[in-house]
């Protein structure tokens, strides 16, 4: 079953860079992962009246992604937009945490000096604003070269164990209805319960917990026996 990474980029050259960075290193470790890109200077993208890029439909098409997908990691370039345009791939982090908090963000930047500038050449309440952003982010890379990131986040047994939790929720088991065993989900269909785990909810944490206790009081069990 593959894991699958949302890379975000005005560079489209960024799928061939996955596949040998990224994709073939983990394929050594049994991790099989996949990529959804979104290429954000893709013409779909650009306004034609004043060829700033439309903010609104690249956010749209990257919470379709994640809706549609199993995404483990998001990776995206600081510098996504032109310079007519008034955001950065932090802001488009942040928006997306709002509805998918649990989904590990990695922030990355080729030119720091730039990242730097952005926020000084900001007035006190745009920088608190900007700095709030920045909280909403997992990780930072001060290069283009994220795959260490992403690698490093994949081989961690924490977050391979919820992919996993969430791979069989939303692709095996998608529609199987919540009877017993845990009574704050019970009606809801087993994808329902996948959302609740990537938005990072109270819920979603707590289930997680119970889940592990019951599988680790069921190991005992069996050992006893």
């Not at 699958?4 to 983990?26: A, G, M, P, W």
């Not at 956010?59 to 990776?75: M, P």
């Not at 795959?147 to 088991?173: C, D, M, V, W």
Request: proline share 2%; aromatic share 8%.
């Amino acid at each position: 079953m593959s894991i699958y990474c949302l890379i975000i980029d005005d560079d489209n050259n960024q799928v061939k860079s996955f596949d040998t960075e990224i994709k073939r290193v983990l394929r050594q470790d049994g991790i099989e992962v996949e990529q959804e890109f979104v290429w954000t200077k893709d013409p779909k993208y650009i306004n034609e009246a004043d060829e700033t890029l439309n903010y609104a439909q690249i956010l749209s098409d990257c919470k379709a992604i994640l809706r549609d997908n199993h995404i483990s990691v998001i990776a995206c370039d600081y510098g996504i937009a032109t310079n007519k345009d008034n955001f950065t791939g932090v802001d488009l982090l942040a928006d997306i945490a709002e509805s998918h908090a649990g989904i590990h963000k990695i922030l990355y930047s080729g030119t720091i000096h730039k990242v730097l500038k952005d926020i000084k050449d900001r007035d006190d309440e745009q920088i608190e604003t900007h700095l709030l952003k920045l909280q909403m982010i997992d990780d930072f890379n001060g290069g283009k070269g994220y795959a260490q990131k992403i690698i490093e986040r994949l081989r961690n047994p924490e977050g391979k164990f919820q992919q996993t939790i969430l791979n069989l929720l939303k692709s095996k088991y998608p529609e199987l209805t919540f009877k017993s065993c845990y009574p704050n989900f019970a009606g809801k269909r087993l994808k329902d319960v996948a959302d609740e785990i990537e938005k990072d909810t109270p819920r979603g944490r707590s289930f997680q917990k119970a889940l592990l206790d019951q599988v680790i009081s069921y190991l005992i069990k069996i050992n006893e026996e």
